[in-house]
T-cell receptor
């Protein structure tokens, strides 16, 4: 299982774009990258998943460079409600049963 | 409504008194998993199940048991709870594997005195 490293915390202001980077130097060929969001006392919620280049959905974008050793979750124009913990996971599509969430990045959005 | 339910949501118990936390999903998912969350440690996987009658250990299985007799249910059993099992527990399910989008339950806050 590839280990991931994320910043412990980040601060931002409403309306700004926030980029959270995750390092996964040992990512394997079959590994996908997935991001989850968690609010206090709630279960995590799936945000986005990707394998390479760029993926975009209605909530976020995920940028993955060619070497795939890192990935960046981009949240456009954050609001106070985006204050949460964000987790980056790496796992194989063929056998990702055992998962490691790590400690995540605590994002604080200020008015 | 598609969901994962857990019961109870809150539980205070004493050391050594066996307890079961139930988890049920109505999405016909094959994969189910239990996590515990402690301050500063993020989410750690306890056990997971790939399908009925198929379970395996996660990162922190000591002191826990699970069973998967039906597809929809995945109970977490603490045979002899200890204070170090005081934690917030989440059950999750996904279509076929952990790499699929996982749907999490609301959590069970357990306190062992």
């Amino acid at each position: 299982l590839a280990k991931t490293t994320q910043p412990i915390s980040m601060d931002s202001y409403e309306g700004q774009e926030v980029n959270i980077t995750c390092s996964h130097n040992n990512i394997a060929t079959n590994d996908y990258i997935t991001w989850y969001q968690q609010f206090p006392s709630q279960g995590p919620r799936f945000i986005i998943q990707g394998y390479k280049t760029k993926v975009t959905n209605e909530v976020a974008s995920l940028f993955i460079p060619a070497d795939r050793k890192s990935s960046t979750l981009s949240l456009p124009r954050v609001s106070l409600s985006d204050t949460a913990v964000y987790y980056c996971l790496v796992g194989r599509m063929d056998s990702s049963y055992k998962l490691i969430f790590g400690s995540g990045t605590r994002l604080l959005v200020r008015p | 409504e598609a969901q994962v339910t857990q019961n109870p949501r809150y539980l205070i118990t004493v050391t050594g008194k066996k307890l079961t936390v139930t988890c049920s999903q109505n999405m016909n998912h094959e994969y189910m998993s239990w996590y515990r969350q402690d301050p500063g440690l993020g989410l750690r996987q306890i056990y997971y199940s790939m399908n009925v009658e198929v379970t395996d250990k996660g990162d922190v299985p000591e002191g826990y048991k699970v069973s998967r007799k039906e597809k929809r249910n995945f109970p977490l059993i603490l045979e002899s709870p200890s204070p170090n099992q005081t934690s917030l527990y989440f059950c999750a399910s996904s279509l076929t594997g952990g790499y699929n989008e996982q749907f999490f339950g609301p959590g069970t806050r357990l306190t062992v005195l």
